[in-house]
């Protein structure tokens, strides 16, 4: 996925993701997991001649906190794990963590 958050606007083929990834990987088996991306929503794709093309369907930032609820869905103390997860940003993130809740609470 990182190869495709690089230049998220763009649609690439099955074979220039192969050529970026620079492994011995099969055009296949690159296109069984583009076709398996696509159908778990990871990725959007249109047909460009006869040919797939994909690009990203969710963000980086959407992947991370889909995997950041999926542990705390995990927990059976959410608050717990989600105060421990804050106890480890940084003061920058913190301090954009604050600006931000305080501008939700204006809305």
């Not at 296949?28 to 369907?57: C, I």
């Amino acid at each position: 996925m990182r190869l495709f958050w690089r230049d998220a606007d763009s649609y690439r083929s099955v074979r220039q993701v192969n050529d970026a990834l620079d492994t011995d990987l099969a055009y296949t088996t690159v296109m069984t997991l583009l076709s398996r991306l696509h159908a778990k929503g990871f990725l959007e794709r249109r047909l460009d001649g006869r040919a797939w093309t994909y690009r990203p369907a969710i963000s980086e930032g959407a992947h991370a906190a889909r995997a950041m609820a999926a542990a705390l869905h995990a927990s059976e103390d959410r608050a717990d794990v989600f105060l421990h997860f804050v106890e480890q940003l940084g003061p920058d993130e913190l301090r954009e963590l604050r600006r931000r809740l305080q501008r939700d609470e204006g809305r």
